[in-house]
């Protein structure tokens, strides 16, 4: 059986992971009303990645004998006041994800919750990546800042593929 604090705090990301799905699918509606289909494209691809990080912790709840526990997810409220500004908040919050996921495997491994480390790893490392994509997108934004519409093609081209990960 898992650790209560442990499983708790992965209870609560499934819900901070949902929300990432929702805030970067209101970037991606924030994207299309400024016709920018391929930046509106390359969000809607995030939050499914999103989507299947809360199914990826549900899941091993699950597998552990845990009651999984849905909250609801909050309304995203951030406005953007250039299309630069999206691109800057989604760098933000996944720093925040980083920390969250940070905090859930230090407690893991204060707990001594081996197993729950090890289904962390993979979680810390892909924040890796969620940090470096966010951050290139505003570096690419600031270099092509007058050719908006070159970015724009190239993100329309990402295409959604399903993360493995070995529960």
Same mark, same amino acid.
């Given at each position: 059986?898992?650790?209560?604090?442990? /499983?708790?705090?992965?209870?609560?990301? @499934?819900?901070?992971?949902?929300?990432?799905?929702?805030?970067? #699918?209101?970037?991606?509606?924030?994207?299309?009303?400024?016709? #920018?289909?391929?930046?509106?494209?390359?969000?809607?691809?995030?939050?499914?990645?999103?989507?299947?990080?809360?199914?990826?912790?549900?899941?091993?709840?699950?597998?552990?004998?845990?009651?999984?526990?849905?909250?609801? @997810?909050?309304?995203?409220?951030? /406005?953007?006041?250039?299309?630069?500004?999206?691109?800057?908040?989604?760098?933000?919050?996944?720093?925040?994800?980083?920390?969250?996921?940070? /905090?859930?495997?230090?407690?893991?491994?204060?707990?001594?919750?081996?197993?729950?480390?090890?289904?962390?790893?993979?979680?810390?490392?892909?924040? @890796?990546?969620?940090?470096?994509?966010?951050?290139? =997108? @505003?570096?690419?934004?600031? =270099? =092509?800042?007058?050719?908006?519409?070159?970015?724009?093609?190239?993100?329309?081209?990402?295409?959604?593929?399903?993360?493995?990960?070995?529960?």
């Amino acid at each position: 059986m898992l650790n209560k604090k442990v /499983s708790d705090l992965l209870n609560v990301q @499934i819900n901070k992971e949902m929300f990432s799905a929702y805030l970067y #699918l209101d970037i991606a509606n924030y994207y299309t009303f400024k016709g #920018l289909d391929g930046f509106a494209n390359w969000f809607t691809v995030q939050a499914k990645e999103e989507m299947d990080h809360a199914i990826f912790f549900m899941t091993y709840l699950q597998n552990n004998n845990v009651e999984v526990v849905l909250e609801a @997810i909050a309304k995203p409220t951030m /406005s953007y006041d250039s299309l630069k500004k999206p691109l800057e908040e989604a760098f933000k919050h996944e720093e925040y994800i980083t920390a969250s996921i940070n /905090s859930i495997y230090e407690e893991a491994v204060n707990q001594k919750e081996y197993r729950t480390v090890q289904f962390l790893q993979w979680f810390v490392k892909e924040q @890796i990546e969620e940090e470096k994509n966010s951050q290139d =997108l @505003i570096q690419k934004y600031d =270099l =092509l800042e007058n050719v908006i519409y070159m970015l724009d093609k190239e993100l329309a081209l990402r295409v959604y593929m399903v993360p493995s990960l070995v529960l």
